[in-house]
Nanobody, 126 residues
Framework: QVQLVESGGGSVQAGGSLRLSCAVSPNLYSNYCMGWFRQVPGKEREGVAIIYTGGSLIWYADSAKGRFTISRDTAKTLYLQMNSLESEDTAMYYC????????????????????WGQGTQVTVSS
């Protein structure tokens, strides 16, 4: 059973930065799509950034392009570096993973992901 634990959320002023971390257990070496999703109360959860552990595939939502960077530290930790934060980025951020053998495609929809963390809150004040 894959366990994901997020950390690094907090409160920051607009224009600031935060780095989210997702501790992964057991280690996921390859063949997994892993990503960050976020949700605002009353709205659907949406994908922010996704990475494939077995290759170079990375996807960003339009809202994240140029500001957020997804990365991995070996097989144990997933990161999301968020710069130039805006009030619209305020949300609960979730880490997710799913087993996937297609190196050229990772799903971006919430219902495609099997494993989820509990979330970490990000609040950006203007």
């Amino acid at each position: 059973q894959v366990q994901l634990v997020e950390s690094g959320g907090g409160s920051v002023q607009a224009g600031g930065s935060l780095r989210l971390s997702c501790a992964v257990s057991p280690n996921l070496y390859s063949n997994y799509c892993m990503g960050w999703f976020r949700q605002v109360p009353g709205k659907e959860r949406e994908g922010v950034a996704i990475i494939y552990t077995g290759g170079s595939l990375i996807w960003y939502a339009d809202s994240a392009k140029g500001r957020f960077t997804i990365s991995r530290d070996t097989a144990k930790t997933l990161y999301l570096q968020m710069n130039s934060l805006e009030s619209e980025d305020t949300a609960m951020y979730y880490c997710a993973a799913v087993l996937n053998y297609d190196p050229n495609r990772c799903p971006v929809t919430v219902d495609s992901y099997k494993y989820w963390g509990q979330g970490t809150q990000v609040t950006v004040s203007s």
